[in-house]
């Protein structure tokens, strides 16, 4: 079982990026994003949580969007309307059992909104 991320890199404030997380070896009802920006607590960004529907963050809502592709096994999050507050590495969760909370981790990625 492994999660997969990437995309994410260098942007520009009032700009998109776009992260991509594949998972392999299982489907995960839920899944999703977290954030850790420097000296900062991980976060939850967005995620699809177990009844399927999506879960945003307060400071990502109306600018970020959570999608997946059931054929391809991946989620997507779309962000737009980039902030300097969203620099941050990116990490992709998913729940293992109903019961788990988030326990599979993909590696993170980079993201960092220039001003």
């Known amino acids: 079982v492994q999660l997969q991320a990437c995309g994410g890199g260098l942007g520009q404030a009032g700009g998109s990026l776009r992260l991509s997380c594949a998972a392999s070896?299982?489907?995960?009802?839920?899944m999703g994003w977290f954030r850790q920006a420097p000296g900062k607590q991980r976060e939850l960004v967005a995620v699809?949580?177990?009844?399927?529907?999506?879960n945003y963050a307060d400071s990502v809502k109306d600018r970020f969007t959570i999608s997946r592709d059931r054929a391809k096994n991946t989620v997507y999050l779309q962000m737009n309307s980039l902030k300097p507050e969203d620099t941050a590495v990116y990490f992709c969760?998913?729940?293992?059992?109903?019961?788990?909370?988030?326990?599979?981790w993909g590696q993170g990625t980079q993201v960092t909104v220039s001003s």
């Open positions: 070896g299982a489907f995960f009802k839920a």
């Open positions: 699809f949580t177990l009844s399927g529907s999506p």
């Open positions: 969760a998913a729940q293992s059992s109903p019961f788990s909370g988030y326990d599979i």
